[in-house]
């Protein structure tokens, strides 16, 4: 099994928590490299929904999205010097000479991309508009992808351990941003401390209304540029050079003292996400989610799925008459042995812990799932 670690750029190694050492399912259900969103590699068919098409483009797949890397990650990227990076180089040199979204701290989306994402309904996975920059269509690969972010590197259309596996994922991303802030804010007061004490590490916010610049995907007048980089404008690239080197040479120890009593809270939380994802537990009585949608396919089968649209479970058409008879009204067990009895049929331990982390089959006792 993987370790936590494996998923994240290399550079964490040495400064994330030994709970990061620890092993995590890898997530097979996420094929990218035939991406299991996309209509060639998918066994079960997504079907339209307001005329809209569930499948993934293929030369989007789900980088319909675009990241937000801190400086230090940029520096790692411009300090590799591997061939095989080159591509992810040239990329992050181009947007740095194009100054938009570049700034001390960060290099991140267009105030107009954003706009189109927050505005749009079921585009991801879909829209062109929205494809990353370091996202290489031909090859359906991404250009920086030892270097990516938070979000990139939490995210899987499904999970081997459904919503638990969802929920660990995506605390892991909170978890992560925390460390990108505040890595990046670390390396700013070491080479640009007005930045951060003059609160311009908080200016994110302010999205709207859009400027003519935003609007026209421009970078800043260049009287504002030069003020936000001073003394480093036009040095941009070394900058965020140093910003890695910077990061790269903390210890353990004062990284865990960046993170505070924040980083404290969303680790305990992660930690136990952690077991439910990798050792989950039946719950005493369940019942078939009211929720759930159920889809039947052309082979007789069932499709159903609750916790996420992209994460169906197929199962024999029969397999429902069973799952309509766990009311919740008694234990488990108690339901099991009479469809044995009744039915000449049941439901194994394995098929039934894969419908609960599917959330087909919720705690009958747990307020809301
Ligand atoms: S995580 Fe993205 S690339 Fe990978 S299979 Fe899912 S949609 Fe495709
Ligand atoms: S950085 Fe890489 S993984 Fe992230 S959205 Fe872009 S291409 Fe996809």
């Not at 990227?77 to 591509?87: F, G, N, R, T, V």
């Not at 305990?268 to 078939?288: D, G, N, Y």
Request: aromatic share 10%; hydrophobic share 40%.
């Amino acid at each position: 099994m993987p370790s936590i670690l494996d998923s994240l750029p290399t550079l964490y190694r040495n400064l994330f928590p030994s709970f990061f050492q620890g092993p995590i399912p890898a997530e097979t259900k996420a094929t990218c490299s035939s991406c299991a969103m996309c209509e060639a590699a998918n066994p079960i068919r997504i079907e339209s929904v307001d005329g809209v098409n569930r499948f993934f483009r293929p030369d989007t797949k789900c980088c319909t999205y675009h990241p937000r890397l801190p400086n230090y990650l940029v520096g790692a990227i411009l300090s590799d010097e591997d061939p095989a990076m080159a591509e992810g180089r040239r990329r992050i040199e181009e947007k740095i000479a194009r100054g938009v979204g570049v700034n001390p701290q960060w290099i991140k989306a267009p105030t107009r991309y954003n706009l189109l994402y927050s505005s749009s309904r079921q585009a991801f996975g879909r829209a062109e508009a929205l494809r990353c920059p370091y996202y290489e269509s031909k090859g359906g690969l991404c250009t920086i992808w030892r270097y990516r972010e938070a979000v990139c590197s939490t995210y899987f259309c499904k999970y081997v351990a459904g919503a638990d596996g969802r929920k660990f994922w995506m605390t892991l991303k909170t978890w992560l941003t925390l460390a990108e802030i505040q890595l990046s804010r670390y390396a700013l007061l070491q080479l640009l401390p007005d930045y951060v004490l003059k609160g311009k590490d908080k200016a994110d916010a302010a999205t709207v209304p859009l400027t003519i610049e935003d609007l026209d995907d421009k970078p800043l007048p260049e009287k504002d540029y030069a003020e936000l980089w001073h003394p480093w404008v036009g040095r941009e690239a070394e900058f965020y050079r140093r910003s890695y080197e910077i990061v790269r040479a903390l210890s353990s120890d004062e990284f865990e003292n960046l993170l505070g009593l924040d980083g404290v809270v969303e680790l305990s939380i992660l930690k136990r996400l952690h077991e439910s994802a990798t050792a989950p537990k039946l719950p005493k009585s369940l019942k078939l989610n009211p929720s759930a949608t159920i889809q039947w396919l052309p082979d007789g089968g069932i499709a159903l799925a609750s916790y996420s649209e992209f994460d169906a479970v197929a199962l024999p058409g029969a397999a429902y008459a069973l799952l309509v008879e766990f009311t919740g009204k008694e234990p488990v067990e108690a339901v099991r042995q009479r469809l044995r009895e009744e039915k000449q049929a049941d439901l194994h331990d394995d098929i039934l812990v894969e419908l609960y982390r599917h959330r087909i089959l919720v705690d009958a006792q747990a307020p809301q799932q």
